[in-house]
């Protein structure tokens, strides 16, 4: 089944403590890109990736930090986490702008 | 930049009844348009696209006709559903040239629907 998937789905965590989440997909696509959505806010986007090795900073990149060392990973890292990333992240892939996203499921942080 | 502007929420229904979500947009080239679908709980997914001037796209009885000549793509349905009630994303228009890849989305529109 083509998806993307993120893990963990929830996550409960304390200030400072570095935490990664997870994005695969298995659809081959080239773009890969991070979102938060936050009430009232809509959905941001952090970072995006046009593919390995490109990497470029969305709407709100402050805090976080990405990698894409292979085609089908991109995970989402927060060195210090602080309770104002308490939010709701998707990961998202497509073979280009022209054709539309897949997204995941969703991970919700909490930052404590 | 390329943008959208969605019509504000929420929206609440009785079931059956007509639905229009109005989303203009302001673009350089000819861009492909979307809307997306959030519902609870989930990610958002794919509801339907045009990629050019005069196409319909549409999807579980949802239609949105790509309108060059007023730069919209307002969203409709003719007889909603309770299953209907999600949250409606009106994607910018793909940013092209330097800037693939970015894409942000607005609040989009809480739609209810009720029995």
């Known amino acids: 089944e083509a998806q993307v998937t993120q893990n963990p789905r929830y996550l409960i965590t304390v200030t400072g403590k570095k935490l990664t989440v997870t994005c695969s997909q298995n659809?081959?696509?080239?773009?890969m890109s991070w979102y938060r959505q936050d009430p009232g806010l809509g959905l941001r986007q952090i970072y995006y990736s046009m593919n390995v090795e490109v990497t470029d900073k969305g709407d709100v990149p402050e805090g976080y930090k990405v990698s894409r060392k292979e085609k089908r990973n991109f995970p989402l890292i927060l060195e210090s986490p602080s309770p104002n990333q308490t939010s709701l992240y998707f990961c998202?892939?497509?073979?280009?702008?022209?054709?539309?996203?897949?997204f995941g499921s969703g991970t919700r942080l909490t930052v404590v | 930049g390329n943008s959208v502007t969605q019509m504000e929420g929420p929206v609440t229904l009785s079931e059956e009844a007509f639905l229009t979500i109005n989303c203009t947009y302001t673009?350089?080239?000819?861009?492909?348009l979307f809307w997306y679908v959030q519902y609870p709980g989930e990610g958002l997914q794919l509801l339907l696209k045009a990629t050019k001037a005069d196409d319909k796209g549409s999807n579980k009885g949802f239609e949105a006709t790509y309108r060059k000549e007023t730069t919209s793509f307002h969203l409709e349905k003719g007889s909603v559903q309770v299953s209907d009630s999600a949250v409606y994303f009106c994607?910018?228009?793909?940013?092209?040239?330097?800037?693939?890849?970015?894409?942000?989305f607005g609040q989009g529109t809480i739609l209810t629907v009720h029995p």
């Open positions: 659809m081959n696509h080239e773009y």
């Open positions: 994607a910018p228009p793909n940013a092209g040239g330097t800037s693939y890849g970015k894409l942000t």
């Open positions: 673009a350089t080239g000819y861009p492909s």
């Open positions: 998202a892939s497509s073979h280009g702008d022209f054709v539309g996203y897949t």
